[in-house]
């Protein structure tokens, strides 16, 4: 599947965020980039406010435009506000959540894993980023990978960060997707209404 490949601290500082984890070169260069970064005026229109949101949603979950379009017709069904359930299904892919349980530094090295077939779900190897979980659903990594040096440095580094919705237990390199996530406990800086606005035009 095509996803994104390209230079991510470009990306993390058109949006002055670190989407894409810690950034030294954002520290460094808190503007735009390009040769006009320092002088750039912001486009201040509702519509480029509502496509940069949907950009930085993109580009923070790594999903490309027909599938976050699908995620959101999806979202759009289900009861509730279609902006929140939007978030909900993109914290419950597989490569999100990996990197949520600390088993990843980054959703770009939790994507490679899945691929790798070095994840299992429900017993199950599953080797799809985008696999969608559910409550209940158990993702562990497989025995003959617990091994892996980029696995065992993330748990180290990972500290004792935990996420309400997720039930970790990194002695055993396994955790639970308990329930969907409250928009409250999702620590993107995402306005998702305006996502929301600019399908519904």
């Known amino acids: 599947m095509a996803r994104y490949t390209g230079p991510v601290s470009?990306?993390?500082r058109r949006f002055k965020d670190s989407i894409f984890g810690?950034?030294?070169?954002?520290?460094?260069?808190?503007?735009?980039?390009?040769?006009h970064g320092r002088t750039r005026k912001a486009k201040t229109s509702e519509y480029a406010?509502?496509?940069a949101e949907k950009q930085k949603a993109k580009y923070t979950y790594g999903v490309l435009e027909r599938q976050f379009r699908n995620l959101y017709?999806?979202?759009?069904?289900?009861?509730?506000?279609?902006?929140?359930?939007?978030?909900?299904?993109l914290e419950a892919r597989l490569d999100n959540t990996l990197y949520r349980m600390g088993f990843a530094p980054t959703r770009r090295a939790a994507r490679q894993l899945v691929t790798h077939k070095h994840v299992c779900v429900n017993g199950e190897v599953v080797n799809i980023p985008s696999y969608s979980l559910v409550p209940g659903d158990t993702i562990e990594i497989r025995e003959k990978s617990k091994a892996l040096e980029v696995i065992n440095t993330t748990i180290k580094q990972s500290g004792s960060k935990r996420f309400p919705w997720l039930d970790v237990d990194k002695a055993n390199y396994k955790g639970?997707?308990?329930?969907?996530?409250?928009?409250?406990?999702?620590?993107?800086?995402?306005?998702?209404?305006?996502?929301?606005e600019l399908y519904s035009k």
Do not use: C, H
Not at 22 to 35: T, V
């Open 22 to 35: 810690p950034d030294k070169s954002l520290e460094r260069r808190n503007y735009a980039p390009g040769q």
């Open 49 to 51: 406010a509502q496509l």
């Open 73 to 89: 017709k999806k979202a759009s069904r289900k009861k509730g506000i279609k902006g929140e359930n939007l978030l909900k299904l």
């Open 10 to 12: 470009k990306i993390a």
């Open 176 to 196: 639970t997707f308990l329930v969907y996530p409250e928009r409250a406990d999702i620590p993107e800086k995402i306005n998702e209404q305006l996502i929301v």
